[in-house]
């Protein structure tokens, strides 16, 4: 069984860097990529129960539409097609999930900020957390989110 390498996706700046490097990793190492892209938790208010899940449709679109963007780009650069996930909820919870449901999933992958805006709330929450933020023992791979394509050649 291959080993995957999970990256969150989300609108960081920093986010392409760690799918990058995810995926050189995966092409070097003949595993593959899991893309996780999280969402919101949908609202419990029962009044609004047609609009909630009118909302909620539409947000599951948005999520299907953004991994299907990047999930090209990370097959090109792995050479094999990733899994495509979606979790609703928290991302930490999101992570801890996904990691505890397939045991394949042997890296996570996260990119700090680059340009002073600091390392972002996952990374801050794994150097805090440590082992408890996946919920099992596994490496979490912080790359810096300014590494270009020759650092990432060089490094993965």
Request: aromatic share 4%.
């Amino acid at each position: 069984m291959p080993r995957k390498f999970l990256v969150v996706v989300d609108d960081s700046p920093e986010f392409g860097t760690a799918l990058r490097y995810a995926a050189r990793r995966a092409r070097s190492t003949g595993g593959r990529v899991a893309l996780l892209r999280v969402i919101p938790a949908a609202a419990s208010d029962a009044h609004w129960s047609g609009v909630r899940e009118e909302i909620e449709r539409q947000t599951r679109v948005e999520a299907e539409a953004s991994l299907n963007k990047w999930a090209g780009d990370a097959a090109e650069r792995s050479g094999s097609v990733p899994v495509l996930l979606i979790e609703r909820g928290e991302p930490q919870d999101a992570i801890r999930k996904v990691v505890g449901e397939d045991p394949e999933i042997k890296i996570l992958v996260l990119a700090a900020g680059g340009g002073g805006r600091g390392p972002g709330p996952l990374v801050s929450a794994v150097v805090k957390q440590g082992a408890a933020f996946t919920g099992r023992k596994m490496p979490v791979t912080i790359v810096p989110g300014d590494l270009t394509e020759t650092d990432i050649e060089d490094l993965a």
